[in-house]
């Protein structure tokens, strides 16, 4: 993961700079300089162009030495750092390393005696380059091989070798093989370092190439313990995995020094996520190699450094240990401290000059499970936050799922026919998926308002369109078709138009429905869905918004996926636990241990919302406020808005026990 060579670079220049201030003194001239920085230097990547960059940019970093130097090799490897050449044995206990490349459809077996060093394997592949190049049978291949010293033991292995890629060559694909061979071994014959700086790759699990994931299956499943979840929660949380949280514990068990430390560019997601970054914060290598101990995190997801990348950009520095390690972890969060994008082309100290950094600490947001997401929070709002993180006394849910085709669901009503019937037409254009625009007429039976992510705000949610949701709420499935050709044949035969599309559809948890029930099943569909009373929030932004909805001209209103809700069946108690996510200290305890498109229905597991007690005179107060908020909210009374919240906030602080010092703390963080 070493790209294009800018950490390279920078270590060589370092070096560069201390031999210059050094020259008198260290006691070896430039041709040692040279010897011990490509020694000491070293880089991987899989990607050929990003190699290419890399080993022009490394030279022309040692460009004043360049005079100093004999032949040498440039330290900068085309190959994979994580799926490394394999040792293998055949049924005749005849010792190889396995390598799996393309354009080959088997691995390679490469004999177990020219393997041994970086020195043998790079003279073996020179060989065989020159005896392809010359068109030398395999006997001839195998004498010159002894005859430059070089051991054959396992002779039927070399000649298999030899065979393969004399196949290329007769193809007219030959050039490049054997030193492709030659790079893919790098890290086998790597000495431990004591540092370790990059960028891996930050791609999820579900985007791998599949023959490349399932080889990567023993490394994250048994090897390091990657994948913690189980069943259905890992069919639906392991898309969600990152490479790059497979690289920081491979590079820091096969590579690293005990007491070495790793740098690494990577995605934010996995110090906050719950399932996909639960097996990366265990922090534990394999039996007897020891521990991965967090150093420091630097957060810039608030602004992103990389031109076209959309990824929460982090920083992670950990050192290698004997011992598993104590949190806290030092947090540094980079905020924007001006107006628009802040270029990725100006320098750190310009940067460092236009962000606001926040030294925060890092602790598991459940002290029970220290895999749980990282609680992160400046130390001034965690006396606060640390009374509110608990069990709530609700359960909350994800609204409807289509399973990717919006547009086949999702309506616009266009007009109410005399018998009831609607005129609709669906929403083609929105999700991922497109689908054909068609109008027409179906029964109201199963329309309802859809409440959007982007419909709600804080105190206030409109509908802004309608959903066709045909699912029994005590069977999970589609009502059956045989039901909907005899009462509901406008709507059925509305949706057997897109049963193609919705056949098709990927998710693996609407495929479950599908298989015991009718194909335009969805997913997230329970009694809890028809609730008259919900607490909504959407699941993106750096702050939990809740709002309560009700009816809306007497139909049901239901939630997309990007919705979360509490179901509840009477007024008072939605506004109270409305009022109480609202509150500031909810919101600081939400931010604190969730990224900006993570607020899902996990809110109500961490933070300890009471059961609502209409005897209790704070609560029914509470419920009021809320009311209140969402009146003046609909007339756009911004004043009252804060004043009501204020009165929120201190009473919720009496709910958690939170003293008036506390409550100060977090107005401060929060800037009230």
């Known amino acids: 993961a070493c790209g294009s060579g800018t950490f390279l670079v920078m270590a060589i220049k370092r070096v560069m700079k201390w031999y210059n201030d050094n020259i008198h003194t260290c006691g070896f001239g430039k041709k040692e300089l040279v010897k011990k920085i490509t020694k000491n230097i070293i880089g991987f990547d899989l990607n050929p162009l990003a190699v290419l960059a890399s080993r022009a940019n490394y030279i022309i970093a040692i460009r004043e030495l360049l005079r100093a130097m004999g032949g040498f090799e440039i330290p900068v490897y085309l190959c994979d750092s994580v799926v490394t050449p394999t040792q293998r044995e055949d049924l005749f206990k005849k010792q190889f390393l396995e390598l799996k490349i393309a354009p080959f459809e088997t691995p390679l077996r490469i004999p177990r005696e020219v393997a041994e060093s970086r020195q043998i394997l790079g003279k073996y592949a020179d060989i065989m380059d020159s005896c392809i190049s010359g068109e030398y049978s395999a006997d001839e291949f195998i004498e010159r091989l002894k005859n430059r010293g070089i051991e054959v033991v396992n002779e039927g292995l070399h000649v298999e070798l030899y065979n393969k890629l004399m196949g290329l060559a007769n193809e007219g694909k030959n050039g490049v093989w054997a030193r492709v061979i030659k790079n893919a071994f790098a890290p086998v014959f790597v000495e431990k370092v004591d540092f370790i700086a990059g960028n891996p790759p930050w791609i999820n699990w579900e985007s791998l190439p599949e023959e490349y994931r399932n080889s990567l299956i023993p490394l994250y499943e048994h090897h390091y313990g990657l994948f913690p979840i189980k069943g259905q929660q890992r069919r639906l949380g392991s898309s969600k995995i990152d490479l790059s949280s497979l690289f920081v514990y491979v590079c820091a068990d096969e590579y690293l020094k005990k007491g070495g430390k790793l740098g690494f560019v990577i995605t934010q997601s996995l110090f906050k996520t719950k399932g996909a970054g639960q097996g990366f914060r265990r922090w534990k290598l394999p039996e007897g190699k020891g521990y991965i101990k967090p150093l420091r995190v630097t957060d810039m997801s608030d602004f992103q450094p990389f031109e076209g990348a959309t990824n929460r950009t982090a920083v992670f520095v950990c050192k290698k240990s004997t011992r598993p390690f104590k949190y806290p972890v030092p947090y540094i969060v980079w905020k924007k401290a001006v107006r628009g994008k802040i270029s990725p082309e100006l320098m750190l100290d310009e940067v460092k000059r236009r962000v606001k950094r926040i030294r925060m600490d890092a602790i598991p947001v459940d002290p029970e499970n220290p895999t749980s997401p990282w609680l992160t929070a400046p130390k001034k709002a965690l006396p606060a936050i640390l009374k509110v993180i608990g069990k709530s006394d609700y359960e909350a849910h994800a609204g409807v799922y289509t399973g990717g085709v919006n547009g086949v669901y999702w309506i616009e009503v266009l007009k109410e026919l005399p018998n009831g019937d609607l005129i609709i037409r669906n929403l083609a254009n929105v999700g991922k998926k497109k689908v054909k625009q068609v109008e027409a007429v179906i029964e109201p039976d199963f329309v ?63 495929r479950a429905l599908m298989d015991r029930g009718p194909f335009y099943s969805m997913f997230a569909v329970g009694e809890y869905t028809m609730a008259e009373w919900k607490v909504v929030w959407a699941d993106m932004g750096d702050y939990v918004a809740p709002a309560v909805v009700s009816k809306e001209r007497s139909n049901l209103v239901l939630p997309e996926h990007h919705v979360m809700f509490v179901s509840l069946d009477n007024p008072q108690e939605a506004h109270f636990i409305c009022a109480v996510l609202s509150s500031s200290i909810s919101m600081i305890t939400s931010w604190a241990y969730t990224t900006s498109y993570g607020k899902s229905a996990h809110l109500v597991e961490n933070i300890s919302i009471p059961r609502f007690d209409p005897s209790n005179k704070i609560h029914l107060r509470l419920s009021e406020l809320s009311r209140l908020c969402h009146e003046a909210a609909e007339a756009g009374d911004e004043d009252s808005i804060k004043r009501y919240e204020r009165e929120i906030d201190i009473l919720a602080a009496k709910i958690w026990g939170i003293t008036d010092e506390e409550l100060a703390g977090v107005w401060e963080v929060m800037g009230n």
């Open 448 to 510: 309802y308002p859809l409440l959007r992510g982007r419909d709600v705000q804080r105190w206030r949610a409109k509908p802004s369109c309608h959903i066709i949701m045909v699912n029994r709420t005590d069977k999970l499935a589609g009502y059956p078709e045989r039901e909907m050709k005899i009462k509901y044949p406008k709507t059925y035969a509305y949706l057997k138009r897109f049963e193609d599309v919705l056949r098709r559809r990927a998710s693996s948890s609407v």
